[in-house]
């Protein structure tokens, strides 16, 4: 099984409200990512977890706040987000973050709109 | 850097025609070598990856692609297109210098299918 789940499949949030997103893996990988992605671009990084510790912060704005409670969940605390930030929100998972070739697996994404 | 190059934006080719998406990549060291396939509004799904070995690596769907080091290329192929297989294609390198492995996306090329 090579699944990343993501809820919620679509999220739309005023300015000023704070929500979060969620993204699970049970392929025991201890690599999580987080990438925003724009209408016909491709992915870009935005956060890396290996082994549930913060080991990349693509200079990304503190409204987006990451958090990793285990080595199966990852979760996006958004908060005061501008409309440019509406996009899509994927979610990727490697057996590990360094010292190796692995693939990541993405999930389906959730589609954020900031209004 | 490395970088990726994806060079044509949008190709167009008729069902059971043969195709080949063209990438080219920049890469110091042995290049880790990814195409993913993203249908509208969804996550990237893994088709193939190069890491070593055979050059012509099989993935799923009946894609395939070539590692040619000489021309620094990673195009891939199908022999017969099936209009499900409208979608963004995005090569992919890993960087493997550091201590975090990071994906480097080329832009993407989209594939219509013509009936």
């Known amino acids: 099984d090579t699944e990343v789940t993501q809820t919620p499949k679509h999220l739309v949030m005023g300015m000023t409200n704070k929500k979060s997103l969620k993204c699970e893996q049970h392929?025991?990988?201890?690599?999580m990512y987080w990438y925003k992605q724009k209408a016909k671009k491709p992915p870009e990084l935005m956060f890396v977890?290996?082994?549930?510790?913060?080991?990349i912060n693509e200079s990304v704005p503190s409204r987006f706040s990451p958090e990793c409670p285990n080595s199966s969940l990852l979760n996006l605390h958004l908060h005061a987000l501008q409309p440019e930030d509406s996009a899509l929100y994927l979610c990727?998972?490697?057996?590990?973050?360094?010292?190796?070739?692995?693939?990541?697996?993405f999930g389906p994404g959730t589609r954020l709109t900031v209004t | 850097a490395q970088s990726v190059t994806q060079p044509d934006i949008h190709i167009t080719v008729s069902e059971g025609a043969s195709l080949e998406l063209r990438c080219n990549y920049s890469?110091?060291?042995?290049?880790?070598l990814f195409w993913y396939v993203q249908s509208p509004g969804q996550g990237l799904q893994l088709l193939l990856k190069?890491?070593?070995?055979?050059?012509l690596v099989q993935g799923i769907k009946g894609f395939e692609a070539e590692f040619k080091r000489s021309q620094s290329s990673f195009n891939l192929r199908k022999p017969s297109v099936h209009w499900s297989d409208a979608a963004e294609y995005f090569c992919?390198?890993?960087?493997?210098?550091?201590?975090?492995?990071?994906?480097?996306f080329g832009k993407g090329t989209l594939l219509t299918v013509n009936p």
């Open positions: 992919a390198v890993l960087n493997s210098g550091g201590s975090n492995y990071k994906l480097t």
């Open positions: 190069y890491f070593s070995g055979d050059t």
């Open positions: 990727a998972s490697s057996q590990e973050a360094a010292g190796g070739a692995y693939e990541q697996y």
């Open positions: 977890y290996s082994y549930e510790k913060l080991s």
């Open positions: 392929m025991g990988h201890r690599a």
């Open positions: 890469y110091g060291a042995t290049p880790y």
